[in-house]
C-alpha cells in the first residue's frame, strides 16, 4: 500500500487566497484525521470522520476552516480566507476504527 | 479533554545507554500512543497499548492505567534514534477518537 498521500506537500500563497489540502487515506481505513502542527502549539487535532461522518470538528480554529470527505477514499481541508497565522504543516492520518493511526507526510503551508 | 504531560522536553544521552521517555495523561483512555517523528518531519506510529508492555527490537512502551502514567525506553542507544518522541492518548478517552498530544521529547543520541 503507497500509505496516506496527502497533497501538496508544500503550499506557499498571500494572505486571503484560498487554499485547498488534500488526503487520500489508506484503503480499508474508516476513519481519517486531520492534524495542524506548529512550534508554538505543537500538534493539534482539527477534525475527524468515521465512515466518511464527520463526529468531532471542536478543533477547527474557526469558521475560515471547513472539511470534507465525499467519500471513503477522498478527503479536504479548506482555509478561506487564509492569514498568515494559518502557516503551518497539515498532517493527514488514517486507521481502522481502533487502530494505530498512519500519518501522511503532511503539507508545509505557508501564508504570506 | 484530555491533558498530556511529557518528560523530559530534551535529552541528550551518549551512544549506548538507555533512554526513559515519561507520560502521564488526566483522563482515563482505552489506548495510548507512541509517534516518533524524524528531523525530516514524517511522523511513525510506534506504538499502540492499552495495558502492560510492548516491545519492539531496543523499544520497550509501558503503561499504568490505573496511575495514569507511560513510559517510553530504548535500550542500547544509538544516533539514528535521534528524533522527538511524542505521546498522544484519545481526545476524550475513546478508542476511535482523534489524538491529543504531549509536547514531545526532543532525544539527541550523540557518538
Known amino acids: 500500500d503507497a500509505g496516506v498521500i496527502q497533497s501538496p506537500r508544500h503550499e506557499v500563497t498571500e494572505m486571503g487566497q484560498e487554499v485547498t489540502l488534500r488526503c487520500k487515506p489508506i484503503?480499508?481505513?474508516?476513519?481519517l484525521f486531520w492534524y495542524r502542527q506548529t512550534m508554538m502549539r505543537g500538534l493539534e487535532l482539527l477534525i475527524y470522520?468515521?465512515?466518511?461522518?464527520?463526529?468531532?470538528d471542536s478543533g477547527m480554529p474557526e469558521d475560515r476552516f471547513s472539511a470534507k470527505m465525499p467519500n471513503a477514499s477522498f478527503s479536504t481541508l479548506k482555509i478561506q480566507p487564509s492569514e498568515p497565522r494559518d502557516s503551518a504543516v497539515y498532517f493527514c492520518?488514517?486507521?481502522?476504527?481502533?487502530?494505530?493511526?498512519?500519518f501522511g507526510p503532511g503539507t508545509r503551508l505557508t501564508v504570506l | 479533554k484530555n491533558e498530556v504531560e511529557q518528560s523530559p522536553q530534551n535529552l541528550t544521552a551518549q551512544e549506548g545507554e538507555f533512554i526513559t521517555i515519561n507520560c502521564s495523561y488526566s483522563?482515563?483512555?482505552?489506548?495510548l500512543h507512541w509517534l516518533q517523528q524524524h528531523p525530516g518531519g514524517g511522523i511513525v506510529s510506534l506504538f499502540m497499548?492499552?495495558?502492560g508492555k510492548k516491545k519492539h527490537g531496543r523499544l520497550i512502551a509501558t503503561i499504568n492505567i490505573q496511575e495514569k502514567h507511560s513510559s517510553l525506553h530504548i535500550t542500547a542507544s544509538h544516533p539514528r534514534d535521534s528524533a522527538v518522541y511524542i505521546c498522544?492518548?484519545?481526545?476524550?478517552?475513546?478508542?476511535?477518537?482523534?489524538?491529543?498530544f504531549g509536547k514531545g521529547t526532543h532525544l539527541i543520541i550523540q557518538p
Open positions: 497499548l492499552s495495558s
Open positions: 470522520f468515521n465512515n466518511n461522518v464527520p463526529i468531532d
Open positions: 484503503s480499508g481505513h474508516n476513519s
Open positions: 483522563v482515563g483512555i482505552s489506548a
Open positions: 492520518a488514517s486507521s481502522q476504527t481502533t487502530d494505530k493511526q498512519y
Open positions: 498522544a492518548v484519545p481526545f476524550s478517552g475513546g478508542g476511535a477518537d482523534g489524538l491529543t
